[in-house]
């Protein structure tokens, strides 16, 4: 069974910084896509930042782009999100996912072309 089990989420003040994780067990994803999105309340789902089979590429969401960095460890089966600068409006259920196509030459910001999905995890930033 596929698992993605984000951590590394809470309450934070604004301005201030937090590092999400999501691990992978259950299939090794070295070749394969990751993504964060998120979804604050009363709104849709959203593209945070992905990144590419080997780290090679990343491409971020306006909003955070400056703020956030995207980056993976191959060896552990695990992506990080370090999120600094943050503010109340970051405040969301923060989710990890994976594609399932082979090393994709493009990067993709659409959530239904990511197949795997962690469980979501609440990052709060008080203001």
């Known amino acids: 069974q596929v698992q993605l089990v984000e951590s590394g989420g809470g309450l934070v003040q604004a301005g201030g910084s937090l590092r999400l994780s999501c691990a992978a067990s259950?299939?090794?994803?070295?070749?394969?896509?990751r993504g964060w999105f998120r979804q604050a309340p009363g709104k849709e789902r959203e593209f945070v930042a992905t990144?590419?089979?080997?780290?090679?590429?990343?491409y971020y969401a306006d909003s955070v782009k400056g703020r956030f960095t995207i980056s993976r460890d191959n060896a552990k089966n695990t992506v990080y999100l370090q999120m600094n600068s943050l503010e109340p409006e970051d405040t969301a259920v923060y989710y990890c996912?994976?594609?399932?196509?082979?090393?994709?030459?493009?990067?993709?910001?659409?959530?239904?072309?990511?197949?795997?999905w962690g469980q979501g995890l609440q990052v709060t930033v008080s203001s």
């Open positions: 996912a994976a594609q399932s196509v082979y090393r994709a030459v493009a990067l993709s910001t659409i959530s239904n072309q990511y197949e795997y």
């Open positions: 259950g299939r090794t994803f070295s070749n394969y896509a």
């Open positions: 990144i590419n089979w080997n780290g090679g590429s990343s």
